[in-house]
């Protein structure tokens, strides 16, 4: 009995002990650097934000944060080294909507949605369609019907990203025009391919191509949204063109391994979301065409299960998987 009534005053110690350490550690959160996995190549929308968001924090939690670059499976690789990572709050993701996409589209991921948990979601913006300045077609009309005739090639940031889905749902069950599909790793080297010729167009989130827009080194022809972004108003919007409630963007987020304790997540979450409404960062996401968010981690992860749906109806329609 007294044996018994020991094991029974020990568990029930051991118990308030690991209660009361969540709070403990959660308070001494961070002690040691944090790495931030991003989806996508340098230069792309997963890196500028996820870079302009590091740099903040790193000052406001005086510890070293780094960033580094797992580029491939259209996000997917990065996404299963955060979810396979130690749940302490010091690996994240720093990724796009893409994952919501590849929540469906993706059969052979390496992890599950309930591997990970949505930290903050903290900017979205529009996608656009861009040319060469030597293509023929001035307008996203002209460009779809000089396609009727002759497939063209365009090239997005990797097979399974939002833009390339938005996109092929333009071009498959809207315009109904041959293409062939060019994936890169990134944004940035899709642009690359664009200014050299290699590729008849690209589609991407707005911000990694809003400065090659604003400088004439590529032609924008088309938004995907309900009106015109200011970043680059002389652009026509999808609908403008005869192509309406034709609507694809892309979001930037941080996630973490699921089990990541709630107080380093509630914690990021405060600071990633102070960061967004500086009102240099909100200057920054603006010129580049992003809006910010702001939601709490509640809030964050819903928005992400109902993404998970609106891009899954997507997938399917156009029989879309990678």
């Known amino acids: 009995m007294t044996n018994i009534r020991s094991m029974g005053v ?100 390496g ?21 060469h300045p030597d293509n023929p077609a001035k307008t996203l009309k002209e460009f779809v019907a000089n396609a009727k005739t002759k497939a063209f090639t365009y090239g997005s940031a990797g097979v399974g990203t939002g833009p390339q889905i938005g996109a092929e749902y333009f071009f498959k069950e809207v315009a109904k025009v041959k293409y062939i599909h060019v994936p890169f790793q990134g944004g940035a080297p899709a642009i690359t391919a664009t200014l050299g ?3 008849d167009a690209l589609v991407l989130t707005m911000p990694p191509v809003t400065p090659y827009i604003r400088s004439g080194a590529l032609r924008g022809l088309g938004v995907a949204a309900p009106k ?47 960061i967004v409404q500086e009102p240099d960062s909100v200057a920054t996401l603006a010129k580049a065409g992003l809006t910010p968010m702001v939601k709490n981690v509640a809030d964050t992860n819903a928005y992400f ?18």
């Not at 299960?305 to 990678?322: E, H, L, T």
């Open 305 to 322: 299960k109902d993404d998970v749906q609106m891009w899954g109806k997507m997938v399917k329609a156009i029989g879309f998987s990678n």
């Open 197 to 199: 010729k290699h590729v």
């Open 10 to 109: 020990a568990l029930a110690f051991g118990a308030a002990v690991a209660m009361g350490a969540q709070p403990a550690a959660a308070q001494g959160y961070p002690s040691q650097t944090i790495t931030v996995l991003v989806s996508f190549a340098a230069g792309g929308l997963a890196d500028s934000v996820a870079r302009l968001v590091s740099t903040k924090l790193e000052n406001r939690l005086k510890r070293s944060v780094v960033v580094e670059n797992r580029t491939g499976a259209g996000g997917n690789i990065a996404a299963k080294a955060v979810a396979g990572a130690s749940a302490d709050g010091y690996t994240l993701l720093a990724t796009t909507s893409g994952l919501a996409v590849n929540m469906t589209a993706s059969k052979n991921k």
């Open 228 to 274: 015109r972004n200011p970043a680059i108003p002389d652009v026509p919007t999808y609908g403008e063109m005869g192509f309406p409630n034709v609507y694809s963007g892309s979001w930037v987020g941080f996630f973490a391994p699921a089990k990541t304790p709630d107080a380093a997540v509630e914690k990021l979450n405060t600071e990633i979301n102070a």
């Open 111 to 131: 992890f599950e949605m309930s591997d990970l948990r949505a930290v903050a979601i903290v900017a979205i913006s529009d996608d656009v369609i861009a040319v």
